[in-house]
């Protein structure tokens, strides 16, 4: 979950992501690898080290990708039990009825207490799903007060997701992965080198977590999209209950402004190809 953030402090949120994730900041992302038995995927670093992807190219086309995540912590459980709802419904019935492709970032503990939503999501050609980490824990220190996975723990944490999204009945879970928070640096991306996955960024921050005023969200996404962006938001209710409000409204504007909504799999793609 990425905290609360006011158009007037995005900056201030862009310096912390820069600190979290130094490794690879302002640097073009490495080619796409041909990939004609999979998804495409960046190829890796010097030495093997984990691939980050921020963007798709600025100069092929009027894209955009929304991306959300679907994250509880480990021990949000109890939470969960008493009522409260990390999943939304209502989203991904906007994305649906807006015929939105969309890729979602999926905590292995989301999937264990939504497994029909999990599912759902897997088997239907609108989405793609990604993995969130298992636990939601950070991958590095100081990041959002989140509880931290240690550099022994982090390989295990993704795998876990893995197994947790095929247990719920997500066929196909994309070789992509989204650090909690957008935290990172070296010491992550070594521990996940050789899983083949492509740690996913972006560049446009939507603020909707804990937010309340929807229409600032709707103005933040609206100013900071970009041919190629991608955007975060977040699919849970009670964390950001705004989301399904934002997206009735940037979706048709965007359109209006000659966006094509894509996955993330596409942008990917699209690197190899020019910036």
């Not at 999926?106 to 759902?120: I, S, V």
């Not at 989405?127 to 007060?145: I, P, Q, R």
């Not at 955007?231 to 399904?244: D, K």
């Amino acid at each position: 979950m990425i905290p609360r953030v006011r158009c007037i402090t995005v900056c201030v949120l862009g310096a912390a992501l820069t600190a979290c994730g130094t490794a690879g900041a302002g640097r073009p992302a490495p080619a796409a690898s041909p990939s004609p038995a999979g998804p495409p995927v960046l190829a890796p670093g010097p030495g093997g080290l984990t691939p980050v992807f921020e963007h798709g190219p600025r100069t092929r086309g009027k894209t955009v990708a929304l991306t959300f995540d679907a994250d509880m912590t480990a021990d949000q459980g109890p939470r969960a039990a008493s009522g409260e709802h990390f999943d939304n419904p209502g989203l991904i019935g906007a994305l649906r009825t807006l015929k939105v492709p969309a890729t979602v970032f999926m905590t292995g503990r989301w999937a264990d207490q939504y497994p029909a939503e999990a599912r759902d999501l897997g088997h239907d050609p609108q989405f793609e799903v990604a993995n969130h980490s298992w636990s939601h824990y950070a991958f590095t220190a100081d990041c959002y007060g989140l509880p931290t996975v240690g550099a022994d723990g982090m390989r295990a944490d993704v795998q876990r997701a893995y197994t947790s999204l095929r247990t719920a009945g997500v066929p196909k879970a994309m070789p992509y992965f989204r650090f909690p928070g957008g935290c990172y640096d070296q010491r992550a991306l070594r521990a996940l080198s050789g899983l083949g996955v492509t740690a996913v960024q972006w560049d446009v921050v939507s603020g909707d977590a804990f937010a309340t005023d929807a229409d600032a969200v709707v103005a933040q996404v609206l100013d900071g999209v970009k041919p190629g962006s991608v955007v975060v938001m977040h699919c849970t209710r009670s964390a950001a209950p705004t989301t399904e409000r934002v997206v009735r409204t940037v979706v048709p504007e965007l359109r209006r402004r000659g966006y094509r909504f894509v996955k993330v799999s596409e942008l990917i793609g699209q690197a190899g190809k020019g910036s």
